[in-house]
């Protein structure tokens, strides 16, 4: 995978500037995407609608990086991308101090844009914005749709530079996540009332399918899959 010039030099918004080209076709493998999102923050404490507003770390947030690097660090990563905000990039870096990877960074793979409703806690969205909360299209900010179309295409385009046997790390964020699966698997937004969604420095896990499609292997994991036993030692 390429390097970007870091995290200063690609703040521009997702979506804008010139066109990511498109990548080779995929030759089906074996990869896997281990998508994570950061670790907390006070504003995830608050219950504050983040979005693109570049918050911090907490204290907590840090320890959570550093013990989840240290159990992503054993299904040796072959590659490590990261969103440009300083929740996921801070996230991605403790993984990179353990394997020795570089960290790439994608605008693409930020937040979801939440316009007026950034800042506001999830009680005075529901107050000040009934409709749109319903409808989940903040004002001046992206529709669901939107999202999982960018963090879908980013996915895809990482995935297709990784080699066929790779393991990609994606840190990113709880709804560019979120929707960026479900737009790669084929499935509505409405599947996570059923799922659920990822709680800090958790992750998911894509496997590659035959046919270069996905399955979700796991989903909100804070832990690796005990190994299984051969029937010998059963």
Request: charged share 25%; proline share 7%; net charge negative.
């Amino acid at each position: 995978m390429s390097e970007t010039p870091g995290p200063d030099a690609a703040q521009a918004a997702p979506g804008s500037g010139a066109a990511q080209a498109a990548p080779a076709p995929r030759v089906p493998g074996r990869r896997r995407l281990v998508l994570w999102r950061h670790g907390q923050t006070e504003w995830n404490v608050q219950q504050r609608f983040q979005g693109r507003t570049d918050i911090p770390l907490d204290e907590t947030g840090v320890a959570q990086a550093h013990r989840a690097a240290g159990l992503l660090a054993a299904l040796n990563p072959t590659a490590l991308v990261a969103s440009t905000l300083v929740r996921a990039r801070d996230t991605a870096q403790t993984l990179a101090d353990l394997t020795g990877l570089p960290v790439e960074y994608d605008p693409e793979l930020v937040e979801r844009d939440g316009g007026e409703w950034e800042g506001l806690t999830a009680k005075q969205i529901r107050e000040r914005f009934p409709a749109e909360r319903a409808r989940w299209e903040p004002p001046g900010g992206e529709n669901s749709a939107q999202v999982a179309k960018r963090v879908g295409a980013a996915l895809e385009r990482h995935a297709a530079a990784l080699d066929p046997e790779g393991v990609l790390v994606v840190a990113s964020h709880g709804a560019a996540l979120r929707l960026g699966i479900a737009h790669l698997l084929g499935l509505p937004e409405d599947v996570w009332d059923c799922l659920g969604g990822l709680s800090n420095c958790s992750w998911s896990v894509l496997t590659e399918l035959r046919d270069g499609g996905w399955r979700l292997a796991e989903h909100n994991a804070g832990t690796l899959p005990e190994p299984v036993l051969s029937d010998d030692r059963a």
